[in-house]
């Protein structure tokens, strides 16, 4: 089945830097890929939507330029949360649809971000 | 009021029972449905997708629709431990599966 790659699994780090947060689909094309963040108990809530050689559209409420996203690939999507504050601590995960057919998203297996 | 609800459990139940997992939805234009599998930690997994009203079957997992309703169900027949992981129903209104909208997940536990 549709392979999608997330890395790293888990990151701390101090508040105020950047981390980045690589989405890979591994044996499938994606045009699009899709970001989203889950709060522990809450339902996976939309953050944006990666369009290959396009900017990003992001949802309501979601800060543009403090979740950087960058599609520069068929296979390879980035989130990168710019100046983490802990209230940005969460698990970010990303999700792909094969290109090439008609089929639901493969989600990664998400990584759990916590700012110091 | 969420445009998807769902239980968040726990749901208990001995191994080899049968599991029914259920969601109601207030907006009639989803179209497709979709049910994952959650372990602690990790990302969620796809067990079924359907479109519209109907069964489908897959193994030991049933999924239902009824639109008319706007109610949508999971059964796990023979359930066992390695089923124990949350369980999150998710649709669509369009036709690239994109805009998914989550139900918050209901916990299940499966004890042997």
């Known amino acids: 089945g549709a392979v999608v790659s997330q890395h790293p699994s888990r990151v701390i780090c101090k508040s105020g830097t950047s981390v980045k947060i690589e989405c890979r689909s591994l044996d499938f094309q994606a045009t699009t890929m899709f970001w989203y963040r889950q709060f522990p108990k809450q339902s996976l809530m939309l953050m944006a939507t990666s369009n290959e050689g396009s900017k990003a559209t992001y949802e309501q409420g979601v800060e543009k330029d403090k979740f950087l996203i960058n599609h520069a690939s068929l296979t390879l999507s980035t989130l990168t949360v710019t100046s983490a504050h802990p209230e940005d601590s969460s698990f970010y995960i990303c999700?792909?649809?094969?290109?090439?057919?008609?089929?639901?998203?493969?989600f990664g297996n998400g990584t759990r971000l916590t700012v110091t | 009021q969420k445009e998807v609800e769902q239980d968040p459990g726990p749901l208990s139940v001995p191994e080899g029972a049968i599991v029914s997992l259920n969601c109601t939805y207030s907006n009639s234009a989803f179209q497709y449905f979709m049910w994952y599998r959650q372990y602690s930690r990790k990302g969620p997994e796809l067990l079924m997708y359907t479109y519209s009203s109907g069964n489908k079957e897959d193994g030991r997992f049933t999924a239902q629709v009824d639109k008319s309703s706007k109610y949508i169900s999971l059964f796990i027949r023979d359930s066992q431990p390695s089923d124990s992981a949350t369980y999150l129903c998710a649709m669509s209104a369009n036709t690239g599966f994109q805009k998914l909208v989550f139900g918050t997940g209901t916990r299940l536990l499966v004890s042997p």
């Open positions: 999700s792909a649809r094969d290109s090439a057919n008609y089929s639901p998203l493969h």
